[in-house]
């Protein structure tokens, strides 16, 4: 479980752990737009060390972006697979039916690689360096002009907010209930795939009785501290937009131009 | 202080819950003096936790009348009267709202709508107040009961209550924590001139409060000082509070032959030791 690295976060202070939240997200969408205009070698060597550079700025250990990559490996190799022996183009090396061996195959595959590996280092370098908290304030904010349309926005994000908030709190409970069911002799994790899934009934349902007290409990004591759906609040939490959030901006934009530049 | 109308008064409240037959309050009329601290004890299901949720108009009344902080408790009133009112809840988890320390304890300022300026002036004053300022940007799964409980002092210390009304809040903490946010508790009431309600187990709370209220099957039983209540005899007192866990589990052995146990009042790990050493002997 602890190698997993799709959504963890690591606490630092690096520039990039304390850019705005909402640049960050919004630039890491655009990047992964970018990336699919790259077309030739020099192209993506552009987008690779801009990568690179991102990745370094962070003082991260490099591991933590291999082990972002590893889960998506197979992944990976299947698209190349396929790359390689269904594209026909320029020498075609070896033949069998359907499938080919090209130069333009082995082309294309490198930088079907290529991109696969930036999109997922850059998306990696967002949750590594962006808490959960700030991913969600980002969104509600991102979200504001929802508002115009109805949107209830302020309670979406105090929902998300506590969602996040109380996930610690029931994946302890969810230890507590596993370990009562087992001292009441139910066994996890072995036997047959349905017998393992049987074994997840009893920790379910507790758990959501659980959630459910909680729930009840939450209103009370959120109702007597005066919140209301109906009256507007105000905001304690604000995100602060930087002279660093202009600059990697511009950073971005700098990069679009090169690539425009040196795509074929 | 005697010629100050009392912060508190109830008047014949009578509370029904749907599915119950028995009122869960019946008919209580009751004053609370100003700056009292006011102990209300009672067995589990007595209705002292609904009396304060009534208070708060969290459970609506089937019949009465109440006036807390000055204010009718009635629709227009409550949400001013959830202002000057403030409600510490027994579970310290489920009234951890903000993601942080700091936000849950904005979480009551933002709902009144308190420019942010000023917010940030309050929280850090409330988080002073109760000792936590160094834990301002912690998340609620890195504290303890007692911490998360005095954090919820804060949130209510923000708003400037005239009321603090601790619902079994110190039930869920270790002996430590208890301690340390009843003392708070009293530093703030020493500091801050506020009227303290405490529903309550501990003994040894009740017998420090300046008045004590028992509650059972959801009738004023008694109200007075501590010595008052307490000359009364052992049943009032079994009627509020139960008698602590060692003490039961010694009575029950000593009912079923189980004697050579110490007289002296002993806490759940002194009583598990003194089994061993029973039970190595037997």
């Excluded at chain 1, 039916?97 to 490198?110: E, R, T, Y």
């Excluded at chain 1, 998306?123 to 979200?143: N, Q």
């Excluded at chain 2, 320390?101 to 107040?129: K, Y």
């Excluded at chain 2, 003994?203 to 099957?217: K, P, Q, S």
Aim: charged share 15%; net charge negative.
């Amino acid at each position: 479980m602890n190698k997993l690295m799709i959504g963890r976060y690591l606490p630092g202070h690096s520039v990039v752990h304390q850019m705005d939240p909402r640049g960050k997200m919004v630039l890491t969408f655009y990047f992964i737009c970018i990336v699919f205009m790259a077309n030739n070698i020099w192209s993506y060597l552009v987008l690779g060390l801009f990568t690179l550079g991102a990745v370094l700025l962070t003082r991260l250990k490099l591991i933590y972006f291999w082990r972002g990559i590893q889960p998506a490996i197979i992944l990976i190799l299947f698209t190349l697979l396929i790359q390689v022996f269904f594209t026909r183009g320029g020498q075609i090396y070896w033949q069998w039916g359907p499938f080919a061996l090209s130069s333009a195959g082995v082309v294309n595959a490198w930088f079907i690689f290529f991109r696969l590996v930036i999109i997922i280092c850059m998306s990696t370098l967002l949750t590594l360096t962006t808490s959960p908290l700030d991913i969600s304030s980002a969104l509600s904010s991102l979200m504001t002009p929802l508002k115009w349309i109805r949107v209830p926005v302020d309670i979406i994000a105090l929902m998300l907010s506590i969602a996040l908030r109380f996930v610690p709190t029931l994946m302890d409970e969810t230890v507590r209930i596993m370990n009562a069911q087992r001292a009441r002799g139910v066994d996890f994790g072995s036997g047959s795939l349905l017998q393992q899934i049987k074994a997840i009934v009893p920790i379910l349902i507790p758990l959501f009785v659980s959630a459910m007290h909680h729930a009840e409990d939450l209103d009370d004591a959120m109702t007597a501290r005066g919140y209301r759906t109906d009256a507007p609040r105000t905001t304690y939490r604000i995100i602060q937009w930087h002279r660093r959030d202009t600059l990697s901006i511009i950073a971005f934009a700098a990069l679009t131009v090169v690539i425009f530049f040196v795509r074929a | 202080m005697a010629e100050e109308p009392p912060i508190i008064s109830i008047d014949h409240l009578t509370v029904r819950y749907a599915e119950q037959e028995q009122p869960a309050l019946d008919s209580i009329s009751l004053t609370i003096p100003a700056h009292s601290w006011t102990a209300i004890i009672g067995h589990n299901g007595s209705g002292k936790s609904t009396l304060i949720k009534a208070m708060d108009g969290l459970v609506t009344a089937d019949g009465g009348q109440m006036t807390v902080a000055g204010l009718a408790v009635t629709e227009q009133n409550i949400w001013q009267i959830r202002q000057r009112l403030g409600v510490v809840f027994q579970n310290p988890e489920n009234q951890f709202v903000g993601a942080t320390v700091a936000d849950d304890v904005a979480f009551g300022l933002e709902n009144a709508r308190v420019p942010r300026p000023e917010m940030l002036t309050r929280v850090d004053n409330a988080l002073a107040q109760v000792g936590m300022t160094d834990f301002a940007d912690r998340e609620p799964a890195h504290l303890s009961g007692g911490q998360k409980q005095r954090v919820a002092i804060a949130g209510i210390l923000a708003l400037a209550p005239a009321i603090i009304a601790l619902d079994e809040a110190t039930s869920m903490l270790d002996p430590q924590g208890r301690a340390s946010v009843l003392q708070t508790m009293r530093d703030l009431k020493a500091k801050e001139n506020l009227t303290i309600l405490s529903v309550t187990h501990d003994l040894e709370e009740a017998a420090a409060a300046d008045h004590v209220i028992v509650i059972d099957n959801g009738r004023l039983v008694a109200s007075g000082t501590p010595p008052e209540i307490f000359a009364e005899g052992p049943a009032l007192i079994d009627m509020g509070l139960s008698v602590p866990f060692t003490e039961q589990l010694k009575s029950d052995l000593a009912a079923g032959g189980i004697t050579g146990l110490p007289a002296d009042y002993l806490n759940e790990e002194e009583m598990a030791d003194q089994l061993w050493k029973l039970y190595s002997t037997m």
